[in-house]
């Protein structure tokens, strides 16, 4: 029996997060990560689980009635979410470094346009898509023609859910085999820096 790719050893632990988000659906509910710290599993759950309660500040954050005071609130809010993302995807392609470290590219080896862990977080977001799409082919206040609608996005989401395990356990192969040359390039995002971003080391415009 051959073992499971690594993206249907994610896809699960994505589908986990998610699930035990929604018990509460609330995005102040604590994160109870039932995998060991240090493990690969443990960054694929709390990663969805990062995307799943920003996804939710997104929707908060729309609300027309929301106070503008909330609004700041939330942009502060989902500004840390994005950096603590980052810094975790790069934990994550750590992770797929230190896996092929060994591993001598051929000659004619590639680069690939993004490195593994940003695929895989396109991967985890696309559950996420995946659940609410589901979601509002379940609802009993909605139109029938909003529910076929939606069932046809639902089938395009989870024909793109196939195409893109398949491309990171292609990729993820290719890089084991020499095929692909696997080179991560950190974000260096300038906006959260205090030493690069003017408005916080005080430059005057």
Same mark, same amino acid.
């Given at each position: 029996m051959s073992q499971p790719t690594f993206t249907q050893h994610?896809?699960? $632990?994505?589908g986990q997060a998610i699930a035990d988000y =929604? @018990? =509460?659906d609330n995005v102040d509910a604590p994160l109870h990560n039932p995998y060991a710290q240090g493990t690969i599993e443990a960054d694929l759950y709390r990663k969805c689980w990062i995307d799943t309660v920003q996804w939710h500040l997104e929707d908060i954050i729309r609300d027309p009635d929301i106070e503008p005071a909330q609004v700041v609130v939330l942009k502060r809010r989902i500004d840390r979410s994005n950096q603590e993302?980052?810094?975790l995807v790069e934990t994550i392609d750590s992770y797929f470094y230190t896996?092929? =470290?060994? @591993?001598?590219?051929?000659?004619?080896?590639? $680069?690939?346009t993004e490195s593994p862990a940003w695929a895989v977080d396109r991967l985890s977001i696309l559950a996420l898509k995946i659940y609410h799409m589901r979601e509002q082919t379940q609802r009993t206040d909605a139109d029938a023609a909003h529910i076929e609608q939606c069932g046809k996005k639902l089938a395009v989401l989870l024909e793109q859910q196939t195409?893109?395990?398949t491309a990171i356990d292609q990729l993820l192969a290719d890089i084991e085999a020499g095929r692909k040359w696997m080179k991560v390039y950190r974000q260096?995002?300038?906006?959260n820096d205090p030493s690069t971003n003017p408005s916080l080391y005080g430059k005057s415009y």
């Open positions: 994610a896809c699960p $632990i994505f =929604h @018990v =509460h993302r980052t810094d896996r092929f =470290h060994d @591993v001598k590219p051929l000659p004619e080896a590639t $680069i690939n195409d893109l395990s260096m995002k300038m906006y």
